[in-house]
């Protein structure tokens, strides 16, 4: 009898631990969220916050500066909303220039709507 009840107690053991793990996984998920805390898409929301070092003479400016900096930016997200200006390819890296700045310039970051510079070059 004793070699009866030996598999069927293994049997409730793992069935025992998959179930710990399986609410240990849901109560993972409810509190990040309820939290805020994801571990991915966690700035999909965000603008990027990016400085600027602005030549007036040659009408360029510069990326001197992007936050966060964990997260990849693109350039064919932002859009000149006013002015004329032409802007890199690829991903925002400090040391980019955007170039040809004309008149009063708005840049804006299409996927939130946030405006990322304004100036005027005259």
Known sequence: MGLNKEPKNNIKIILLIILTLFILYILHISIGSYFGVESEGKYDNESPEI???V??????????????ESKDF???DITVASGNATLPYDTIDKGDQITNCEGE??????LTGATIWEG???
């Open 120 to 122: 005027e070059f005259s």
């Open 74 to 76: 693109y350039w064919n």
């Open 105 to 110: 310039i708005k840049l804006v970051y299409e």
């Open 55 to 68: 030549d007036y003479l040659s009408k360029i400016l510069t990326v001197d500066s992007i936050y966060p």
């Open 51 to 53: 400085g600027f070092q």
